[in-house]
């Protein structure tokens, strides 16, 4: 009897642990699963993840070709800083003009570099900035940017520019004049902007109003006297050739935005 309660201690013992163990397995598989999700709901929340991540990349990658855009336009910026000091500088005028004189068809053999703001025109993209900017108040009142005109007037500018002169108003009007949408004479640049707001081959814009670099060819810009750093006595014009770059006389990647200073948009006739 004694030997067979300690049997049955002993087996209720190791029942009780066997069994124990088992409530402890059961108990912990009950808790594991009620903290567990269904398959369908798991796989959801992963591909949810999944798309942030892929969206997140996405904006990583946008914001560092939008820092590396900024970052060429300073580049840009400081690689052309020399013009600033060539464009309104009568030394470099002379210069230009002795060598232009004195050098038959210098542009024909590709010496720009001998010539501040000489440049080949065939090197340059007109196209570049056609849909950069949306004129949709020239819509509200029936005016459009005429591509042809502007396309026209940059080209011709660009394919007659010799250097930087100081002959800015003189090149810009003469191009006017072969396209066929002015027919005058202005003694200073700054004094354009008057005929221009007259002329109905342009309609004037708020140069607040858009990033100068942007503008479509054949767009002209015409700074006042001392404007932007440009004449203290006749200011300064040029034609955009719709590629970020001005020209007139020469050529110029330094579009200046001031508030002394006229935008015209070439655009088609009601």
């Known amino acids: 009897m004694f030997g067979f309660n300690v049997k049955s201690t002993t087996e209720s013992q190791d029942t009780a642990r066997v ?12 808790s594991k699963a009620s903290k567990s999700e269904p398959k369908s709901a798991y796989e959801k929340r992963i591909e949810r993840q999944k798309a942030n991540l892929e969206n997140l990349k996405e904006t990583i990658a946008k914001e560092q070709e939008e820092l590396e855009r900024t970052q060429q336009e300073i580049r840009e910026e400081q690689r052309y800083e020399w013009e600033d000091n060539y464009i309104d500088d009568p030394l470099t005028h002379q210069l230009n003009l002795a060598f232009i004189a004195t050098t038959v068809d210098y542009k024909t053999g590709h010496r720009y570099n001998q010539v501040k703001g000489s440049f080949n025109a065939g090197s340059v993209n007109f196209n570049k900035n056609n849909n950069a900017i949306s004129f949709d108040s020239f819509a509200q009142k029936g005016l459009k940017y005429s591509s042809a005109k502007g396309q026209k007037l940059a080209k011709d500018v660009a394919n007659h520019s010799v250097g930087f002169t100081g002959k800015c108003s003189k090149y810009v009007r003469t191009a006017l004049q072969r396209t066929g949408m002015h027919n005058g004479h202005t003694a200073s640049a700054y004094q354009m902007g008057g005929v221009l707001g007259k002329n109905k081959n342009f309609q004037e814009i708020d140069p607040s109003t858009v990033n100068l670099k942007q503008l479509p060819a054949g767009c002209i810009l015409v700074y006042d006297k001392g404007a932007a750093g440009y004449s203290s006595r006749h200011g300064h014009i040029e034609v955009t050739l719709g590629d970020g770059t001005a020209c007139s006389d020469g050529r110029t990647h330094n579009l200046r935005s001031t508030q002394n200073m ?9």
Do not use: H, I, N
Request: charged share 25%.
């Open 262 to 270: 006229r935008v015209f948009v070439p655009v088609e006739q009601a």
């Open 19 to 30: 069994y124990g163990s088992t409530r402890v397995t059961d108990t912990v598989g009950k």
